[in-house]
């Protein structure tokens, strides 16, 4: 008897607890649910919420490689922090954004606040998307809670050890160091100039990679206003972004209207560029399936943003010589030269490119005759004032697909000794990325 009076003791606290937080949840559940603005679940508004999404590359960030849509657990490494991962954006009750409000949703684009009231890092670009009208707003809202599929997965916890994943810090940050606000038009300028500026710094957030950085590691310009816009980002993941403002040396000043057209649907204009890494990404998610008329809006704004000089002497896409000491070399035997396991066996560079590189780049670096493979004559990548580019393609490769067209270079990581990938590097620098008359 008295077994059973503790026991029923013990239970009782743990049976009102049960009972409490199931109706808790419950509550919580409908009142988020009831907070949901289900006026703005209309077609129209859906689709055009769709195409934003694509032009902010939510995609990019929200999609683990191999995921489902949106479901975020995409990792990211915070350098001195440690991994971040992405937020599950579907409309899911439990681990997505299904039963936020237009103004919880607002708040996470616009200002970086996000669930419970929670600062987000700034790895989520809040400081450009804050550009974002109210109007466009709406649209992007009624496309992630009525327009998507609800993903159930959660994302795996981040790692970041106790003292700094602590937030609040966050909103010291973005006190000191964010100043940005909806885009206001300018009224000097054409209405495809402002559309342009529009998508620049706001959905397609450019300046996130190619604007640099401050010393806590905010950007230091958010449009065109402001010193260095788009004059070069930091080394992020291996890949820098270059200074894309019309300087006719450090930046793209030289390019023609065509040449920037085709290389953002595209990411390849043979004797010029060609988009590998994050740029890639951004082609293959998010440049590629927008309108021409907004490429071309984009295109009049970049074209006309302050040009700002930098230290390269010549511009990155106009060095180097075709290669000439690779020809005599043809016909000897290089699997020597290319064997990983025996380092000692060092080779010279041209070697190493007439055995690994020249099947597509060409025998002399010019690449196939209808530009299919690039040219590495005249290459922004290998011409670049610094090799980052250039050793993460050699290393990892170049994958990009547009319009159902896959192009592909494989990566040589695992074939290259250390020694190896140094000589090679040194050799392509030196004959395709020689400045102009040498
Ligand atoms: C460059 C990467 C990146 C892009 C692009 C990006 N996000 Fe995010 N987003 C993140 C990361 C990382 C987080 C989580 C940040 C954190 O935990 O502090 C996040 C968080 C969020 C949150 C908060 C979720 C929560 O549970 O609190 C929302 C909402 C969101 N993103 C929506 C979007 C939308 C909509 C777009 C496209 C317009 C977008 N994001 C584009 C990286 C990105
Ligand atoms: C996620 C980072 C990221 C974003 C966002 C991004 N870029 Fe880039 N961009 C890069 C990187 C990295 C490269 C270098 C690619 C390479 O060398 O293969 C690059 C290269 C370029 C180039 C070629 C420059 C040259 O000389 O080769 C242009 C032009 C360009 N980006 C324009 C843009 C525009 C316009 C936007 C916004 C619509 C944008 N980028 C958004 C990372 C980014
Ligand atoms: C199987 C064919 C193939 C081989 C082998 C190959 N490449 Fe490529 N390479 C490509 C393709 C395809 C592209 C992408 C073209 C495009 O973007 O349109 C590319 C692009 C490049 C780029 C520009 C990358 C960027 O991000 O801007 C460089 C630099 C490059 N290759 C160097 C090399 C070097 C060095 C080697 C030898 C170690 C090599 N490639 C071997 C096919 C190849």
Request: aromatic share 8%; charged share 20%; glycine share 10%.
């Amino acid at each position: 008897m008295r077994l059973l009076r503790l026991s029923v003791m013990l239970s009782a606290p743990l049976l009102l607890w049960w009972v409490v937080s199931v109706l808790a949840q419950e509550v919580w559940d409908t009142a988020g649910a009831t907070e949901v603005n289900t006026e703005l679940n209309l077609p129209e508004l859906i689709d055009k919420g769709r195409y934003l999404a694509i032009a902010g590359d939510c995609e990019a960030c929200h999609t683990a490689p191999g995921g489902k849509l949106f479901a975020g657990g995409r990792a990211m490494e915070i350098p001195r922090l440690g991994t971040l991962y992405s937020s599950n954006i579907t409309p899911d009750i439990n681990v997505g954004i299904g039963g936020w409000s237009l103004r919880e949703f607002d708040r996470a684009l616009r200002r970086g606040i996000g669930k419970m009231g929670r600062n987000l890092y700034p790895a989520m670009p809040y400081e450009a998307y804050a550009k974002i009208t109210d109007e466009d707003m709406r649209a992007l809202y009624a496309y992630f809670l009525f327009g998507v599929q609800p993903v159930h997965d959660a994302v795996p916890a981040n790692r970041i050890p106790k003292p700094l994943s602590a937030r609040w810090p966050l909103k010291v940050w973005n006190w000191l160091f964010v100043d940005s606000e909806v885009y206001q038009p300018r009224p000097d300028q054409s209405d495809e100039w402002n559309r342009g500026a529009y998508l620049v710094q706001g959905l397609a957030h450019c300046g996130e990679c190619h604007t640099p950085r401050g010393i806590a590691f905010q950007e230091k310009a958010y449009d065109e206003t402001g010193r260095g816009f788009l004059s070069g980002g930091p080394v992020l993941d291996g890949w820098e972004a270059y200074n894309i403002t019309p300087d006719p040396v450090s930046g793209i000043g030289k390019w023609s209207r065509e040449q920037l057209t085709q290389y953002l649907e595209t990411g390849h204009v043979n004797r010029l560029a060609q988009a590998g890494g994050p740029m890639a990404e951004a082609i293959e998610n998010s440049l590629s399936k927008m309108r021409g008329s907004d490429i071309a809006a984009m295109v009049t704004y970049l074209r006309d943003i302050p040009p700002v000089a930098g230290e390269a002497r010549a511009p990155r896409h106009q060095r180097g010589q075709p290669a000439s000491e690779v020809i005599i070399k043809r016909g000897n035997p290089i699997a020597v030269d290319t064997h990983p396991a025996d380092a000692t066996k060092t080779s010279d560079g041209a070697r190493l490119y007439l055995g690994m590189c020249a099947s597509c780049h060409g025998v002399d670096g010019t690449g196939t005759p209808d530009g299919y493979y690039p040219s590495l004559v005249n290459n922004s990548t290998v011409g670049a004032e610094s090799d980052h580019n250039l050793r993460q393609a050699v290393l990892y490769g170049v994958r990009r697909t547009v319009d159902g067209h896959k192009k592909m270079m494989p990566g040589f990581a695992n074939q290259l000794s250390e020694q190896q990938y140094e000589k090679l590097v040194n050799y392509l620098r030196r004959t395709f990325a020689a400045p102009p008359g040498k």
